[in-house]
């Protein structure tokens, strides 16, 4: 298994380093293309139940086309120096942002976003909605926060349950588990699963090693702050990627994450999810 395409998404309107940087650096550890993306949805659709000034309209259409230019010009700036093949996409879309990014995603083997940071207001108009994207894309999801400009992915941390989230998320990054310097599995259980929960790590760890992935298995004890658990393991391992099963569930239309996700989510570490 292996990434041939890796779809990294510009948001309009700011920089777009953090992100561009984790998808050269995953191409490269994986000899992928990249496609880039930018879009918008425009100011009359998204807020469809107000009324929006012609004048308002047109400003909003002019300055798209602007950040449209400057994301291309961002992204080609980035994949200047990749040997894989590459290809731009912009556009406009009256979908909301995530669903016309899924659509795009069909032909890769892997979504970059750059997360903005938690507590912004999300702007319908230029951002995408990273809930819907992360538990609707029906493949990886490479999450990369502001401020973090990865080079290569070296030190892996695994956040491992016996669940179907957590087995497509190490499935999922089987490409840069097997290309990296180290990898940590590790699988925070209540004592009552503890004993099972050594055994399931023993087949992981069997499996890893049938596709030549060396790692160290790690099963500890719930504190009962499983987020704040996990985050000190990536802490210790200085791990530069977590891989995690993404869970959650919907209630009247929107995602309700689960706390660890939700958690990860609005981290300061790069982040593969899997739903």
Same mark, same amino acid.
């Given at each position: 298994?292996?990434?041939?395409?890796?779809?990294?998404?510009?948001?309009?309107?700011?920089? /777009?380093? =953090?992100?561009?940087?984790?998808?050269?650096?995953?191409?490269?550890?994986?000899?992928?293309?990249?496609?880039?993306?930018?879009?918008?949805? =425009?100011?009359?659709?998204?807020?469809?139940?107000?009324?929006? =000034?012609?004048?308002?309209?047109?400003?909003?259409?002019?300055?798209?086309?602007?950040?449209?230019?400057?994301?291309?010009?961002?992204?080609?700036?980035?994949?200047?120096?990749?040997?894989? #093949?590459?290809?731009?996409?912009?556009?406009?879309?009256?979908?909301?942002?995530?669903?016309?990014?899924l659509r795009e995603a069909r032909g890769a083997d892997l979504?970059?976003?750059?997360?903005?940071? #938690?507590?912004?207001?999300?702007?319908?108009?230029?951002?995408?909605? +990273?809930?819907?994207?992360?538990?609707?894309?029906?493949? =990886?999801?490479?999450?990369? #926060?502001?401020?973090?400009?990865?080079?290569?992915?070296?030190?892996?941390?695994?956040?491992?349950?016996?669940?179907?989230?957590?087995?497509?998320?190490?499935?999922?990054?089987?490409?840069?588990?097997? /290309?990296?310097? %180290?990898?940590?599995?590790?699988?925070?259980?209540?004592?009552?699963?503890?004993?099972?929960?050594?055994?399931?790590?023993?087949e992981i760890m069997r499996w890893l090693g049938h596709h030549?992935?060396?790692?160290?298995?790690?099963?500890? +004890?719930?504190?009962?702050?499983?987020?704040?658990?996990?985050?000190?393991?990536?802490?210790?391992?200085?791990?530069?990627?977590?891989?995690?099963?993404?869970?959650?569930?919907?209630?009247? %239309?929107?995602?309700?994450?689960?706390?660890?996700?939700?958690?990860?989510?609005?981290?300061?570490?790069?982040?593969?999810?899997?739903?």
């Open positions: 298994m292996a990434y041939a395409t890796v779809l990294v998404n510009l948001t309009l309107g700011r920089s /777009n380093t =953090p992100a561009l940087a984790a998808a050269v650096a995953v191409a490269g550890q994986c000899r992928a293309g990249i496609i880039g993306i930018a879009a918008c949805r =425009p100011i009359e659709i998204a807020c469809r139940d107000y009324a929006v =000034p012609a004048a308002l309209y047109e400003e909003d259409r002019k300055q798209a086309a602007q950040q449209m230019k400057a994301a291309e010009v961002e992204f080609q700036q980035a994949v200047a120096n990749l040997h894989g #093949p590459t290809e731009w996409r912009a556009r406009t879309t009256a979908l909301p942002l995530a669903d016309h990014l979504i970059v976003a750059g997360a903005a940071a #938690p507590n912004v207001p999300l702007d319908v108009t230029r951002q995408v909605d +990273l809930c819907d994207l992360v538990m609707g894309a029906g493949r =990886p999801v490479l999450l990369v #926060p502001d401020g973090a400009v990865p080079k290569r992915f070296e030190r892996i941390l695994v956040a491992w349950k016996d669940t179907p989230e957590a087995q497509r998320a190490i499935t999922s990054a089987l490409p840069l588990l097997a /290309n990296c310097r %180290h990898v940590s599995v590790v699988e925070i259980t209540p004592p009552e699963e503890l004993a099972a929960a050594r055994t399931g790590m023993g030549e992935v060396k790692a160290a298995a790690t099963v500890t +004890l719930s504190n009962g702050a499983n987020a704040k658990q996990l985050r000190a393991i990536a802490r210790d391992t200085s791990a530069d990627l977590v891989v995690a099963g993404a869970y959650g569930y919907r209630r009247e %239309h929107e995602w309700v994450l689960g706390g660890v996700t939700a958690d990860l989510l609005a981290g300061d570490r790069c982040v593969l999810f899997a739903h």
